[in-house]
């Protein structure tokens, strides 16, 4: 199968994964354009997104799935990032490395199992890899079954567990190592736009 995906800049990137958000009701609370410009400005990032046909309109892409990431730098200014890099101290390696954090991404429930997270996922690390990122770092919470079993096919580690009084509300944090050899397993095959 092959996959659409676009990448974009910030604004426009902020805008769209703003809308793509409406989406998807597992979430508490929906970024907007305004947090996701303020989290990713002055930074290194990437915005993906997956497109695919509809099934009634075979000639329309829409979106189905995203990715967001960005440098996750071990001196971070802003509290919420510092708190993390706090976190991860002990589980991650910052000193002299270059980490990726995968900050937000889904896919949407109809279009889940179709390997679009996988194809972004892969193009997320062939950009990392060409940007000398040495490990990417992903958090999410114990609820969310599919994604950490994404994340296991993807070969993610758990680095971290932060337990909580309801044990779905754990954290979890995941790492993998970046390298050429991680292309070399890469399947999917996809198209990439700049917008």
Known sequence: MQHYLR???LQQGALEIAYI???????PKRKTAAE???RLEGRDFQI?????????????????SYKVSHELRENETDPVLADLV?????SLIFTGRRVLYNWLGATRRDWRGQGHFRALSEEQEAWAVRGEYDEVVVKTKNRYFDMRATLDSLQFN???LEVAPDVLDAKVYLAKPLGLSVLDAHRSRRQVTRA
């Open 7 to 9: 990448e974009y800049p």
């Open 48 to 64: 993906l997104m997956a497109e695919a046909p509809l099934a009634d309109e075979p000639g329309t892409l829409a979106p189905v």
């Open 158 to 160: 758990v680095i971290k």
């Open 21 to 27: 958000e409406e989406f998807f009701s597992e979430f």
């Open 36 to 38: 996701i410009m303020a």
């Open 86 to 90: 706090e976190r991860l101290r002990g």
